[in-house]
C-alpha cells in the first residue's frame, strides 16, 4: 500500500522560511521521484519541483528557483521541500506526489497535505 | 494565467456526457503526454487519467482521456453525482528549462 504522509501544519512570518517532509511507505523509494505541488486558497495546482531519488537531481519551474529547495533522506525514505522568504502570497496547502518520471509525469499517489500560512 | 487553459465551469444532469477541453502549445501538450486529476471538494487530487489516454486501475471506465495535437480532453460518460469535482489537466512543458504545467482547473456541477 502506497502511502505518503506529510507533516503537519505550520505558521511562518513574512520573510522567514518553512521545510515540509513527506514520508513515502509501500514501494522502491528509488524508482520514483517525489514532485510537489502547491494550492493557494480558492486556486488552482502549482507545480513547484520534482526531485529524482535516482540521481539526486532537481527540477524547479522557474519563477520558484530561487526560493525553493527540493531534498531527500534516503535512508528514511522522506522527501523535504524548503521554501524560503515567504510573502503572503505563499499561503497555501503544499502536497507531496510520487512521480513517474519516465516520461508521463504522472503523480500518483498524493500526500494529506501541509497547510503552510504565512502571517505577521 | 494558467499556461494550459480550460473552461472554468461545467455542468450536467446525471446520465449526461461531459467533456473538458485543455488547450496548450507546441511545447506542452504538443510534445509530451496528458495527465487529468480529479479533486472532489476538500479532499486531495486524485490521479484520473495518464499518458493522454490511460486510466489507473480502480478508475471507472465511464472517464477516457484523448489528446490532438495540442488539445487534449476528459470525457465524463453517465455523469453521476460523485463525479462533481474539479478537474486539473497537467503536461511537462519542454520551455525554460522545463516543468510540469496544470490547466486552471473545471468545475464539474452534478445538478
Known amino acids: ?97 510520487r512521480t513517474d518520471s519516465s516520461g508521463s509525469w504522472w503523480f500518483d499517489p498524493w500526500g494529506q497535505g501541509t497547510l503552510v500560512t504565512v502571517s505577521s | 494565467q494558467s499556461v494550459l487553459t480550460q473552461p472554468p465551469s461545467m455542468s450536467a444532469t446525471p446520465g449526461q456526457r461531459v467533456t473538458i477541453s485543455c488547450s496548450g502549445s507546441y511545447s506542452n501538450i504538443g510534445s509530451n503526454t496528458v495527465t487529468w486529476y480529479q479533486q472532489v471538494p476538500g479532499t486531495t487530487p486524485k490521479l484520473l487519467i495518464y499518458t493522454n489516454n490511460q486510466r489507473p486501475s480502480g478508475v471507472p471506465d465511464r472517464f477516457s482521456g484523448s489528446k490532438f495535437g495540442t488539445s487534449a480532453s476528459l470525457a465524463i460518460t453517465g455523469l453521476q453525482s460523485e463525479d462533481e469535482a474539479d478537474y486539473y489537466c497537467a503536461a511537462y512543458d519542454d520551455s525554460l528549462n522545463g516543468a510540469v504545467v496544470f490547466g486552471g482547473g473545471t468545475k464539474v456541477t452534478v445538478l
Not at chain 1, 537531481?57 to 535512508?75: C, E, F, G, N
Not at chain 1, 515567504?86 to 497555501?92: N, R
Open chain 1, 1 to 97: 500500500h502506497v502511502q505518503l504522509v506529510q507533516s503537519g501544519a505550520e505558521m511562518a512570518k513574512p520573510g522567514a522560511s518553512v521545510k515540509v517532509s513527506c514520508k513515502t511507505s509501500g514501494y522502491n523509494f528509488i524508482t520514483y521521484g517525489i514532485s510537489w505541488v502547491r494550492q493557494a486558497p480558492g486556486h488552482g495546482l502549482e507545480w513547484m519541483g520534482w526531485f529524482s531519488t535516482y540521481n539526486l537531481r532537481a527540477k524547479y519551474p522557474h519563477r520558484l528557483q530561487d526560493r525553493v529547495t527540493l531534498t531527500i533522506d534516503a535512508s528514511t525514505t522522506t522527501g523535504y521541500m524548503e521554501l524560503r522568504n515567504l510573502t503572503s502570497g505563499d499561503t497555501a496547502v503544499y502536497y507531496c506526489a
